[in-house]
C-alpha cells in the first residue's frame, strides 16, 4: 500500500492506498481511523474531491506525463497510458475517452484531418462528401440516389461499399456489419439484410465487448494478487 502525505487540519488522519487495483480516476480507497464514524475508519471509496476538501495533497498530472497511441483509436477514445499515475490501471496502455482528456488539457486529434471530405455522423457512420469522390464512385451515387436522408450532398460509406459489391441494394433491405462494428466498412463485413438483423448484429457486438472487458480487468486483478504472492 502506498500512502502520500497529506495536509490541512483533517487530511493528516486520512490513510490512502494509491495502488489498489480498483481504484479510478476518481474514487480511490481511503480510510480515516481517527473519524467518529465507524465506516469512515474501515477502507472504502472516496472521491478525489472529498480527499482534497479533507486536506489531503491528492497528485495532480500534466499533459507531459501521458503517452498516446494516436494510431490506435476510435472515433472517441484513443490507446494511452500515464506511466506517473498513482492508479495501476491507468499506468497500462487502455482506451482513455476524449472527455478525460478534455478534463487534463490534452488537444484532441481529430481521426481524419478537417477538409478530407470523410467524417463520422452522430450515429458513429462514416459519411463522404460527394465532392471528395472518385468522378465514378460519385456517378454511382447520382445515378442510384444513395445520398444520405440527412445530407444530399454526402453519402454513407458502408452503402456505397454494399452498392459497388452487390450491384444494387434492393428497396426493404439495409446494409449490416457482420462484426457489429459501424467504422468496419470492408466489403467482406458488409451484406444485406433487414432492419431486425442489423439491430441484432449491433446488440452482439456490444454484449461481446461488454463480456471480453469484463474478462479482461479479471485476469489483470489475477495478475495483480499473482505478482503480490496472494
Given amino acids: 500500500m502506498a500512502t502520500l502525505p497529506s495536509n490541512g487540519p483533517f487530511g493528516n488522519s486520512w490513510e490512502v492506498d494509491w495502488d489498489h487495483p480498483l481504484n479510478t480516476g476518481q474514487k480511490i480507497m481511503a480510510r480515516n481511523p481517527r473519524s467518529k464514524q465507524q465506516r469512515a475508519r474501515e477502507w472504502h471509496f472516496v472521491t478525489r474531491g472529498q480527499l482534497r476538501e479533507q486536506g489531503v495533497a491528492t497528485p495532480q498530472f500534466s499533459i507531459t506525463t501521458w503517452e498516446v497511441d494516436w494510431s490506435k483509436r476510435t472515433s472517441k477514445s484513443v490507446w494511452a497510458r500515464n506511466p506517473k499515475s498513482k492508479m495501476p490501471r491507468a499506468r497500462e496502455w487502455h482506451f482513455v475517452s476524449q472527455g478525460a482528456f478534455n478534463r487534463v488539457g490534452i488537444p484532441w ?122
Fill in 109 to 230: 486529434k481529430p481521426k481524419n484531418p478537417p477538409g478530407s471530405g470523410r467524417y463520422l455522423t452522430k450515429d458513429g457512420y462514416w459519411q463522404l462528401s460527394i465532392g471528395s469522390l472518385s468522378p465514378e464512385d460519385a456517378a454511382i451515387v447520382r445515378a442510384s440516389n444513395l445520398y444520405s436522408r440527412k445530407d444530399q450532398h454526402a453519402v454513407k460509406e458502408h452503402r456505397l461499399v454494399a452498392f459497388k459489391k452487390y450491384g444494387c441494394l434492393p428497396p426493404g433491405t439495409v446494409v449490416r456489419h457482420m462484426n457489429g462494428i459501424k467504422t468496419d466498412n470492408r466489403p467482406e463485413n458488409l451484406v444485406l439484410g433487414t432492419t431486425q438483423e442489423n439491430t441484432l448484429d449491433h446488440d452482439s457486438a456490444r454484449r461481446a465487448a461488454m463480456f471480453w472487458r469484463e474478462q479482461c480487468h479479471v485476469l489483470f486483478l489475477l495478475l495483480l494478487k499473482k505478482e503480490a504472492g496472494l
